[in-house]
């Protein structure tokens, strides 16, 4: 199993870049798929973007897509989520998750196993 724990969250001005980091303890990292995950308040947690084990494969969401970049190092079981352009309803907690299924990359809360505890990103306008 693994353990992800986010870091790099913030408070930006609307059109500025964050990126966040999650390092996953544990032994075997590229056999999991990681994703990132956001709940903004009063809101259900939607998927925002996730890697495939070795990075082949990397969707994202909508709302994200052309702004935000998702990338790991498995040499250094770290995973990576690049934020450009911010928006106000960017806003939100930000969480790491961890899939024992790599392939299709799961998209879907349910189908992660293993979470960090988040880390708040805050744009404001």
């Known amino acids: 199993q693994v353990q992800p724990v986010e870091s790099g969250g913030g408070l930006v001005q609307a059109g500025g870049s964050l990126r966040l980091s999650c390092a996953a303890s544990?032994?075997?990292?590229?056999?999991?798929?990681m994703g990132w995950f956001r709940q903004a308040p009063g809101k259900e947690r939607e998927f925002v973007a996730a890697?495939?084990?070795?990075?082949?494969?990397?969707p994202y969401a909508n709302s994200v897509k052309g702004r935000f970049t998702i990338s790991r190092d498995n040499a250094k079981n770290t995973v990576y989520l690049a934020m450009n352009s911010l928006k106000p309803e960017d806003t939100g907690v930000y969480y790491c998750?961890?899939?024992?299924?790599?392939?299709?990359?799961?998209?879907?809360?349910?189908?992660?196993?293993?979470w960090g505890q988040g880390t708040q990103v805050t744009v404001s306008s």
């Open positions: 998750a961890a899939a024992s299924s790599l392939y299709p990359v799961p998209l879907t809360t349910r189908e992660y196993v293993y």
């Open positions: 544990g032994r075997a990292f590229s056999n999991y798929a």
């Open positions: 890697i495939s084990g070795m990075g082949g494969s990397t």
